[in-house]
């Protein structure tokens, strides 16, 4: 059974893709199978990986905005056993996108449904705001 780990917080640059990849890798180091993907606007977990973030053919972009299967996007590390379904910038506009289709949120699920052979999968998030989140007094 595989298992799913999302890292996520309301507030970014405390440490959420370091968590993801040193996660991602010692489980790895372990001998789990493991799939980091990258949901950063910053593409930081692909950067750590070694990952050309420049120079992508397939990235989860395409995932939500093309329909492309996760697994044409998924490629490997030099770490044995962790994979990686890198990002770039290009995700940051499709997340606006995204927001205005019905059941947006489901679209991961659904593509991560035609997923097997991974004992654990790890997600390394944007920052999350919810509906109505304040800081500073500014809404989200």
Do not use: W
Request: aromatic share 6%.
């Amino acid at each position: 059974m595989c298992r799913r780990i999302s890292i996520c917080s309301h507030k970014g640059g405390i440490g959420k893709s370091a968590t993801a990849v040193n996660l991602a890798a010692c489980l790895a180091m372990k001998g789990k199978k493991v799939l980091l993907i990258d949901l950063g606007q910053q593409s930081t977990a692909s950067d750590a990986l070694g990952v050309d973030t420049t120079n992508l053919d397939r990235q989860v972009h395409d995932v939500f905005m093309h329909g492309a299967p996760i697994k044409d996007v998924v490629r490997p590390t030099e770490i044995p056993c962790l994979d990686i379904a890198p990002s770039n910038m290009d995700l940051r506009p499709a997340e606006r996108s995204l927001e205005s289709q019905d059941e947006y949120e489901f679209i991961l699920r659904e593509r991560l449904a035609t997923l097997d052979g991974y004992d654990f999968i790890i997600m390394d998030t944007r920052e999350f705001r919810p509906h109505g989140y304040q800081r500073h007094g500014r809404r989200y």
